[in-house]
């Protein structure tokens, strides 16, 4: 399933950067309430994890696109 250029179209453009969108709203959103430490780790650790997926799904869907071109 997540072999096909579709599925990772969908998480590397839609839903990968969406979480890390949210994710980063929600760590500025915990610093600025006074939960500095967590807020930080939610920032850096959690939105970079979202990030770096979305980055990797789409050299996924890249490599699939060139070997699904190849075999036609």
Known sequence: ML?????????GYMLLPLLA???AIVGLTMILGGNKIAGAVVL????QAFAFGAVYALRLRKAAVLEQHDAE
């Open 21 to 23: 969108l949210l994710s």
């Open 44 to 47: 850096v650790v959690v939105t």
């Open 3 to 11: 072999k096909k250029p579709e599925t990772l179209f969908v998480l």
